[in-house]
């Protein structure tokens, strides 16, 4: 019989949504508790940190009868604040040496001596100018960038995690399978003999997961292109023979190659209106996002750019693309 939502507590799974203010999040988002061979759990992501999210995290472990000083490690699955960001207040009710897992590809994001975005902030502004981002919008779009990493607060000391490692629970052997894409250091879980895979936010049922404008250590340009890295890290996913995904955000689902079928054939319709837009002639990256979402709202912005960038370099990728530097922005053609 495949495996169903109903068969997770049996497995030692339970979910906890936790609310979030992000509408493009696609709901409310995930933490799960996983019983431990020896007792006790880990939990697998931490929801935000703030205090609605913090409150609705400790409903849940009430809910299902269990208490924070039960959690043994946190793993998380990638370096943003909704699927980190209440960590360090679990590590404090927990009252003990509570270890936070991450891949080192995200640890900059979540780790207290990583980068600050008030110090990346300059960097992201010099290159979205070059994307043709007017100088008006961009110290909003450093405005937004500031408001969403308040949501979180650093973890002193995050241990790492990566491809291949088994993280062992009482019924499951958890297999780590990075999967770069929606950030270069996303990690998923997978059970082969259940058929089992914790997708977090490389695969979600609904929505697309935002391919975000990623910056090497000291600003580097194409340091990481994540729709590229995305398309390959999901053709390994869909080669695997699964009965159930527990994503990031929303309930589990089956079916996981019909889903990824739609995402690309979703990604090949953007990119064929890419191709009309350019066919008018050359354009910035900001006036493609802007003929692919007219109706966006400001505080999207850096969403809409990162989606644009990141379907043209997929193209540029391809040879279906080129762009040339003109008086300072790129240009794409």
């Given at each position: 019989?495949?495996?169903?939502?109903?068969?997770?507590?049996?497995?030692?799974?339970f979910?906890?949504p936790?609310?979030v203010?992000?509408?493009?999040?696609?709901?409310?988002?995930?933490?799960?508790?996983?019983?431990?061979?020896?007792?006790?759990?880990?939990?697998?992501?931490?929801?935000?940190?703030?205090?609605?999210?913090?409150?609705?995290?400790?409903?849940g472990f009430?809910?299902?009868?269990?208490?924070?000083?039960?959690?043994?490690?946190?793993?998380?699955s990638?370096?943003?604040?909704?699927?980190?960001?209440?960590?360090?207040?679990?590590?404090?009710?927990?009252?003990?040496?509570?270890?936070?897992?991450?891949?080192?590809?995200?640890?900059?994001?979540?780790?207290?001596?990583?980068?600050?975005?008030?110090d990346?902030?300059?960097?992201?502004?010099?290159?979205?100018?070059?994307?043709?981002?007017?100088?008006?919008?961009?110290?909003?779009i450093?405005?937004d960038?500031?408001?969403?990493?308040?949501?979180?607060?650093?973890?002193?000391?995050?241990?790492?995690?990566?491809?291949?490692?088994?993280?062992?629970?009482?019924?499951?052997?958890l297999?780590?399978?990075?999967?770069?894409?929606?950030?270069?250091?996303?990690?998923?879980?997978?059970?082969?003999?259940?058929?089992?895979?914790?997708?977090?936010?490389h695969?979600?049922?609904?929505?697309?997961?935002n391919?975000?404008?990623?910056?090497?250590?000291?600003?580097?340009?194409?340091?990481?292109?994540?729709?590229?890295?995305?398309?390959?890290?999901?053709?390994?996913?869909?080669?695997?023979?699964?009965?159930?995904?527990?994503?990031g955000?929303?309930?589990?689902?089956?079916?996981?190659?019909?889903?990824i079928?739609?995402?690309?054939?979703?990604?090949?319709?953007?990119?064929?209106?890419?191709?009309?837009?350019l066919?008018?002639?050359?354009?910035?990256?900001?006036?493609?996002?802007?003929?692919?979402?007219?109706?966006?709202?400001?505080?999207?912005?850096?969403?809409?750019?990162?989606?644009?960038?990141?379907?043209?370099?997929?193209?540029?990728?391809?040879?279906?693309?080129?762009?040339?530097?003109?008086?300072g922005?790129?240009?794409?053609?």
């Amino acid at each position: 019989m495949p495996l169903t939502e109903a068969d997770l507590a049996d497995l030692g799974v339970f979910r906890i949504p936790v609310p979030v203010p992000f509408v493009a999040a696609g709901g409310p988002v995930n933490a799960y508790l996983v019983e431990e061979p020896g007792g006790g759990f880990f939990l697998w992501d931490a929801g935000l940190g703030s205090p609605e999210a913090e409150a609705a995290l400790e409903a849940g472990f009430r809910r299902l009868g269990r208490r924070f000083q039960e959690v043994t490690r946190i793993v998380v699955s990638h370096g943003h604040v909704d699927h980190y960001g209440g960590a360090r207040t679990v590590q404090e009710k927990h009252g003990g040496a509570l270890p936070v897992y991450a891949h080192p590809d995200d640890t900059a994001k979540i780790a207290e001596d990583g980068w600050r975005w008030r110090d990346r902030k300059p960097l992201f502004a010099a290159y979205l100018a070059k994307l043709g981002v007017p100088a008006r919008e961009l110290a909003a779009i450093g405005k937004d960038g500031e408001r969403g990493f308040r949501l979180a607060r650093r973890i002193p000391a995050v241990r790492a995690i990566g491809e291949g490692e088994v993280v062992r629970a009482r019924h499951l052997d958890l297999r780590v399978m990075h999967m770069p894409g929606h950030t270069p250091g996303l990690i998923c879980l997978h059970d082969a003999r259940h058929r089992l895979f914790f997708s977090d936010d490389h695969l979600l049922e609904k929505i697309s997961p935002n391919p975000l404008i990623e910056l090497g250590p000291n600003g580097e340009e194409g340091f990481f292109k994540p729709l590229v890295a995305y398309l390959a890290s999901v053709a390994r996913m869909r080669a695997l023979e699964l009965d159930l995904v527990l994503p990031g955000h929303g309930p589990p689902f089956s079916g996981h190659r019909e889903v990824i079928d739609r995402l690309v054939s979703f990604y090949g319709k953007r990119q064929a209106r890419i191709r009309e837009v350019l066919l008018r002639g050359p354009a910035t990256c900001a006036a493609v996002a802007r003929a692919l979402f007219p109706s966006a709202r400001p505080g999207d912005a850096f969403l809409v750019l990162s989606e644009t960038i990141a379907n043209l370099e997929a193209m540029e990728a391809r040879g279906e693309v080129a762009r040339d530097l003109v008086d300072g922005i790129y240009r794409f053609r």
